[in-house]
T-cell receptor
Framework: AQKITQTQPGMFVQEKEAVTLDCTYD???????LFWYKQPSSGEMIFLIY??????QNATEGRYSLNFQKARKSANLVISASQLGDSAMYFC??????????FGTGTSLTVIP | DGGITQSPKYLFRKEGQNVTLSCEQN?????MYWYRQDPGQGLRLIYY???????QKGDIAEGYSVSREKKESFPLTVTSAQKNPTAFYLC??????????????FGDGTRLSIL
C-alpha cells in the first residue's frame, strides 16, 4: 500500500487566491511526522511546513498552513494569497520513528496571473 | 552557512563506466539519503544511512553503491550495471535517528546523462 498519496497531478490557481493541495497517508504508528516540500523548476527541494501526529493545532508558516485531519489520515497544504513564484511541484512526505521518509508523487501547481 | 553540497551539478557517463556523485553536509546530521527523480516523477529512495559505517538499501538500489566512512560524506556510485542512469539525483540529510520531527534538508542535485 502507498504510504503517501497525492491524487492531484496538476492544479491551477488564480494569483492572490487560496489553493489546497491534497495529501493522504497510511501508517499504523502512533508517532509520525508529516512534511511538505516545494520543488521549483530549478530542482532544489525546499522544506515548507511540518505537522507532528500529536500536535493539537494545525501548523502554519506564513502563507502556508497544514489542514491536519488525523482520523481521516489527511494532511492537506493550504497556500493563501497565491503568488506567481508559488508555481512549482509540491511533495507531501511522512516519517515514522526510526524510518526513512516516504514521499508522494507530487502535485504540479501553476499560478495564473 | 550550513548546508548540503552536491557535485558535480551535471555529469555525463559513457557506456560501461562507473561514476561517483559527491554529497557533503556540514549540518552535523546523523542520517543521509540518496534519491532518484525521473522527469515529472516523485522521489525514489536509492540508499540511506542512519549512522557512519552503516547503510540500507532503498526501493531501487540495484546498480548503485554507497559508502559512509565519515559523518559528513555519503558518495553514490552509479555502476555500469545501472542500465538507465539518466535522471536527477538528490542527496538529503536529517537530524535525529530516533526523531520523526526533523525535516530532510536537500542538496541542489546532480543531473546525470548518458553519452
Amino acid at each position: 500500500a502507498q504510504k503517501i498519496t497525492q491524487t492531484q497531478p496538476g492544479m491551477f490557481v488564480q494569483e492572490k487566491e487560496a489553493v489546497t493541495l491534497d495529501c493522504t497517508y497510511d501508517t499504523s504508528d502512533p508517532s509520525y511526522g508529516l512534511f511538505w516540500y516545494k520543488q521549483p523548476s530549478s530542482g532544489e527541494m525546499i522544506f515548507l511546513i511540518y505537522q507532528g501526529s500529536y500536535d493539537q493545532q494545525n501548523a502554519t508558516e506564513g502563507r502556508y498552513s497544514l489542514n491536519f485531519q488525523k482520523a481521516r489520515k489527511s494532511a492537506n497544504l493550504v497556500i493563501s494569497a497565491s503568488q506567481l513564484g508559488d508555481s512549482a511541484m509540491y511533495f507531501c512526505a511522512m516519517r515514522e520513528v526510526r524510518n526513512q521518509f516516504y514521499f508522494g508523487t507530487g502535485t504540479s501547481l501553476t499560478v495564473i496571473p | 552557512d550550513g548546508g548540503i553540497t552536491q557535485s558535480p551539478k551535471y555529469l555525463f557517463r559513457k557506456e560501461g563506466q562507473n561514476v561517483t556523485l559527491s554529497c557533503e553536509q556540514n549540518l552535523n546530521h546523523d542520517a543521509m539519503y540518496w534519491y532518484r527523480q525521473d522527469p515529472g516523477q516523485g522521489l525514489r529512495l536509492i540508499y540511506y544511512s542512519q549512522i557512519v559505517n552503516d547503510f540500507q538499501k532503498g526501493d531501487i538500489a540495484e546498480g548503485y553503491s554507497v559508502s559512509r566512512e565519515k559523518k559528513e560524506s555519503f558518495p553514490l556510485t552509479v555502476t555500469s550495471a545501472q542500465k538507465n542512469p539518466t535522471a536527477f539525483y538528490l542527496c538529503a540529510s536529517s537530524k535525529g535517528q530516533f526523531s520523526n520531527s526533523q525535516p530532510q534538508h536537500f542538496g541542489d542535485g546532480t543531473r546525470l546523462s548518458i553519452l
